[in-house]
């Protein structure tokens, strides 16, 4: 009797996971077809340049060590088709390694307004906010781009990014990118940016409206960065792009996602630092967002249609397995078309496609691994993600403390 409850609950048990997993592979397949339609639709709409909006803009970049080819990026904002602009770069020591590019790039450009500002002065736990605030006492201009020391743009660059300024309501416009890799570690992070991170902040932005932002690439108003308390709002979060977006909104001000492609160094170099990464943002986005977090299991398709397959093998269901990750896995793969190859005109992206299924795999491990913990590895620093996403900096006894 014992034995034959055993059994019959054991079914009841395996045939509701089954359940539940076909019901999560039905969701994925629905978010791959959002996906394909939310990327269809964005791009459909092209930015129309008015050739007299030109507001000045000034640039801020915040720097810190060397990217890949700091020269060439830095180089690629002093060459834009925009009449006024100043560039600002922040950094923290005089020693640091790009100061004598940036003073290369002053002599290079004479003609741009290019200051270098060199400040250790700290506003908080997270020292690039704290460079950016630095860079800002500088400003001229009322309207404020900050912009990653690692990316690179074209000379149509500010016209389109500022275009949306027109509108007066909006605040802050932000911009997708198409990742720079060099090796394998890096390619498989840039799919992941191309092919799932961008196809998540489209499908949001179609769903729910831009309320975010993202950190290559920020136009600000000053008068919106104002109203949320300047960068001192900002400066112990770890997401401060998504701060930058989300505060502003909630002061009245719009934010808009340019249809302007930027191009984005990729410098991971190890597995090691790819799990680090990925993990900073995993961790940082479950404290800021936990239910958005959660709710990414909707987007793991490919793991869990795998885990539906494996579940069904040998029974008498095997073929609908098959039939259900088939279905999954090709609906995930022709959004990553979609959204990276022919949204985004990402060349690893349409190389190595077939790096994907593997990619998600990596993906949905690290997602899992990211409910654990609030302790993240940044530039060499030790931090500790506090509710909400804030930083609270390791020291020694806080280590002890922690351990105790």
């Not at 030790?382 to 351990?403: M, P, Y």
Request: hydrophobic share 45%; with cysteine; proline share 4%.
């Amino acid at each position: 009797m014992y034995i034959s409850t055993f059994f019959s609950t054991t079914s009841l048990s395996l045939i509701i996971i089954d359940l539940l997993l076909f019901i999560l592979c039905v969701s994925a397949v629905l978010f791959y077809c959002y996906g394909i339609y939310a990327a269809t639709e964005f791009f459909s709409h092209q930015t129309q340049i008015d050739p007299n909006f030109h507001p000045p803009v000034t640039i801020l970049k915040p720097i810190c060590g060397l990217d890949i080819d700091t020269y060439k990026n830095f180089a690629s904002f002093c060459q834009q088709d925009y009449p006024e602009y100043q560039i600002i770069f922040g950094v923290r020591d005089e020693i640091d390694p790009s100061v004598q590019i940036v003073k290369k790039i002053i002599d290079d450009f004479p003609e741009i307004d290019i200051r270098l500002v060199i400040s250790d002065r700290t506003i908080g736990t997270n020292l690039k906010v704290s460079n950016l605030a630095n860079a800002e006492a500088e400003a001229k201009y009322s309207l404020l781009l900050l912009a990653d020391s690692d990316v690179r743009v074209g000379p149509d660059y500010l016209r389109r990014v500022i275009q949306p300024m027109a509108d007066p309501t909006v605040g802050v416009v932000t911009c997708l990118y198409r990742p720079q890799v060099r090796g394998w570690v890096a390619i498989l992070e840039a799919i992941g940016i191309s092919t799932e991170y961008h196809a998540n902040v489209l499908v949001a932005r179609s769903v729910e409206g831009m309320n975010f932002a993202l950190g290559p690439t920020i136009a600000i108003r000053k008068s919106a960065l104002e109203a949320i308390g300047g960068f001192l709002a900002i400066a112990d979060y770890l997401a401060d792009d998504f701060q930058l977006g989300y505060l502003p909104t909630q002061e009245g001000y719009k934010v808009v996602l340019s249809d302007y492609i930027i191009d984005h160094a990729i410098t991971t170099e190890s597995f090691i630092d790819l799990i680090h990464r990925q993990t900073r943002w995993n961790c940082c986005t479950r404290v800021s967002r936990p239910w958005g977090y959660l709710g990414l299991i909707f987007t793991h398709g490919t793991a869990i249609s795998l885990l539906f397959l494996i579940s069904t093998v040998g029974s008498t269901f095997g073929w609908f397995g098959w039939m259900v990750a088939s279905l999954t896995w090709s609906m995930r793969l022709i959004m990553a078309w979609v959204v990276g190859v022919r949204s985004l005109k990402d060349p690893n992206a349409r190389k190595f496609l077939w790096l994907v299924p593997l990619r998600d795999l990596i993906s949905f491990v690290l997602w899992c691994y990211g409910f654990f913990g609030n302790t993240i590895e940044w530039r060499g620093r030790r931090l500790k993600l506090a509710k909400g996403g804030k930083l609270v900096e390791i020291t020694d006894n806080f280590a002890k403390l922690l351990s105790s």
